[in-house]
């Protein structure tokens, strides 16, 4: 596998249980006590940590640290956009859109110098 394809891989899984951990208890335990979603919470995070450190460490080695930054927000984005439809069932917004292009547009900043 590539070694910019790797990272950005491992971002994005790490993205998806990092998205669990912090608003996936607001569906699936928010009947239960503060401390169990807390609990449940940092479980999860267990395996976001489990990706994402090895993600970092190989993407620095072929992203600078803002590039680096940059895909992750747009990764963050993206997850949590799917996350809020098909999961939380929240409705798609074109605040989504606009939110998107204004990535893009970092990610051009970020990446058009080298």
């Not at 596998?1 to 998205?19: D, E, R």
């Not at 928010?30 to 990706?51: D, N, R, T």
């Not at 956009?81 to 999961?87: E, K, P, Q, T, W």
């Amino acid at each position: 596998m590539s070694q910019a394809v790797l990272p950005i891989s491992l971002l994005v899984l790490s993205n998806v249980f990092m998205t669990f951990a912090w608003y996936g208890h607001l569906k699936s335990f928010k009947e239960s006590a503060l401390w169990v979603a807390i609990l449940v919470s940092w479980g999860i995070a267990f395996f976001e940590y489990l990706l994402q450190v090895p993600a970092n460490r190989i993407g620095y080695t072929q992203f600078t640290l803002p590039q680096l930054k940059i895909i992750q927000e747009v990764i963050t984005m993206v997850v949590f956009a799917g996350f809020s439809v098909l999961y939380m069932k929240q409705s798609l917004k074109l605040d989504f859109l606009w939110a998107g292009l204004c990535l893009i547009g970092a990610v051009y900043f970020i990446f058009r110098s080298p």
